[in-house]
């Protein structure tokens, strides 16, 4: 005998007919679909755009009071949950714009804090000024003192070493030079002791220095050993003050100028 074969093509994969002169019946055998089922498109469910307010609630509540069954009205209990819910929505709407109408509120407050900062923090500094600018008016004819090592003398030969020896003692000696770092005078100082100590330039230089500005040196030497430089100071008759950005210039030997808050000693 011979076999015939008839093949179908399905959407998911080929189902195969085979009928043969075996089957008493003449009903062809059809073989289950080969393969796994395409999925589905996913469905999507509707968005509503605009959520439901307080006057969509009330228009959709009296909707349905207006078109209710005379003969099966609307139940008691009912009505006054809606009700219930319609002002909760009210007292819900009510607390958002109070809670908006305080952030604004606690903004402007905020702000007005902020205004007055600023303005207190601008009055503070006048008055530091003020105080500072008095302050250093009262400096002028004084002597000031601050680090460095420069030493000014007047139309008389007098001025003023400020030095600071700390622990040296011994013999000292002073050289003294000029602007262009030539040396003009040496002298002997004598016993230096320890700390902090002013020398006199008029008993150190004879013949006196002429007036300027120099710049000094002073020098320790105990018992014959090496000489040790000591700390030294700018010293120097306060003559006046001006104003730089706000604060007080002091100045300081008609050539030094010198910020008050730079002065580390004030001396008669």
Known sequence: MTMSMITQTSAYAPARYTATSNDTSGTPQTEPPVGAAEPSAP??????????GRDEFLKMLVA??????PLNPMDGKDMAAQLAQFSTVEQLIQMNKSIEAQTGSNQAIADALTALQESQDSSSDMIAQLVEGQMAMGLVGKV?????NTMFVDQGGKGTLLIDAGTSTGVGRVTVTDAKGTVVATAD???ITGGQQALRAEDLFNPPLPAGQYTYKV???KDGGPWQAVK???TGRITGLKYGNGSP???IGDALSLPMSQLTQVRS
């Open 43 to 52: 469905r999507t469910l509707p968005t509503n755009s605009k959520a439901m």
């Open 64 to 69: 349905q009071l207006k078109n209710q069954d």
């Open 144 to 148: 000031g003192v601050t680090t460095g």
């Open 189 to 191: 100082a004598g016993a």
């Open 219 to 221: 020098e320790v030497a």
């Open 232 to 234: 030294t100071y700018t």
């Open 249 to 251: 210039i002091l100045l």
